[in-house]
C-alpha cells in the first residue's frame, strides 16, 4: 500500500515537537531502529500533543484509547541520535481524534503516522463524547486541516 499522501512530510505543518533520544536497544539486527521503538516513539509524540494541547489542564488522555495506528516508514533511523516527532490536528468527530504525526531526523522526514483516538468512558467502558470543555480546547487545533 502506498504512503498517505494526506500526512505532512514538512515540519512547517506540524504544531509541536517531542524529541526522543534514539537508544542503542532500539536497533535491529539490521542496524536500524526497529518498527516496535518507532511505534514507542510516536507514543510519546502522542502524549506530548496532548499534553501540550492542553497546557497544564486536566488532559483527556486517561479517558481516550487508541483505535487505530497507520505507520508508514518513510526512511530507515539509524544510532545514534535523536529524532523529533511532530504532532498536528487532522479531524475532531463526535467521539474520535484524528492525529497526524511526522518523525524527523533533522529536516528529513523518516515517519508519517495516522493516529485515531476515541474517547472513552471508564465507568461505562464504551466510546463517549468529549466534554465540552475538551472538545474547546481540541477544536483551537483544527486549523489549515
Known sequence: MPADINIPRDRAAYDFFTPVTIRYS?????QHVNNVAVAAYLEAGRLGFVEHMFAGKDTPANRMVLANLTIDYLREITFPGTVEVGGKMAALGERSLTTHYGIFQGEACM?????VNVFFDPQTRRSAAPSPDDRAVLERFLHDV
Open 111 to 115: 515517519v508519517v503516522c495516522r493516529a
Open 26 to 30: 532500539d536497533q535491529d539486527p539490521m
